[in-house]
């Protein structure tokens, strides 16, 4: 469960007294998630969503969250609306983080998808790259190529308790991508955590998105290679699983020949990505937190699998 802030009953209702919101009947913790504090809220007249901000996220950054999740339901894409205080602002402040409350969007978050699910899942994700269209601000990525270097030295012997040689190897793995990155793409908001669990789904159809908090500004291109790899599923990897959300992705916004070209050191990135952001976190459990922290060992096995055949998603 990702809790690491409690919220008493009180701190709560004092908290929402600066909301127009019905009556609140209880609230919870959320069972999932390993980025932020979720809890449903259930009011007299539904349930929300209650997050608060943790430590990967800057608060200087909600605004450009909030707003990006604003706009993609002004152009119709099914996602939480953010709810605003009565003084205007999304932003609230709750034991002391920033705090935001959206609507409960319906439908099932799965863990892993299966090949229909994972098609339209590609038309979605094309179809929110479209959708940002208009969307003004901007949101550099700070977990992208530039920063890999950084965090693997941070990380540093840490990574060899998780596997013999890891630091060497990952060092010389982001230098690589760093030094081969191409910066001229079709570039837009992109979701950046575009992953089976931030899809709700209604049976195989894909019913909306959620979590837009690693959401920036980059390579369209990316972000499809950041799904890509999320839905080849931990347990059972299947590159036909990546293969169909490429197929629906295109079915909506095809691909240029560079971004295709661009794909298998994407793919190789995105891996690294989060392997060493599930690395830092296991290494660096939060105590008296009720997380179930995410095991960095898939994506390090999908990276390996990414360097030793670029045709990886092709074969
Ligand atoms: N607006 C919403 N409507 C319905 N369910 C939601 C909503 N927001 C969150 N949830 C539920 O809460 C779970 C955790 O939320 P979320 O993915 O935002 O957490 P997180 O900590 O950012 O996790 P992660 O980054 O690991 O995906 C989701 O998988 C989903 O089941
Ligand atoms: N979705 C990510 C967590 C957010 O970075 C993961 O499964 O590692």
Redesign the pocket.
Known sequence: MAVYTHVSREELEDFLTRYDLPPLVAHHGIEAG??NSNYFLDTEDGRYVLTLFEKRVAEEDLPYFLGLTEHLRQKGMNVPAPIHLKDGDMIGQLCGRPAAIVTFLQGVSEKSANLAQARAAGTLLAQFHLSTDGFEPERANDLGPADWALMVKGLGDGLNKIELGLFGNLRAEAEHLMASWPSQLPRGQIHA?F?PDNVMFDGDSPAGVIDFY?ACTDFFAYDLAIAMNAFTAEDAPSPDLGMALMQGYETVRPLSREEKEALPLFWRGSALR?AL??AHDFIHQVPGSLVQV?DPKPWLALLGAHRQSPGFFSA
């Open positions: 390993v980025e955590d992953f690693f989060f952001t599930r995410k």
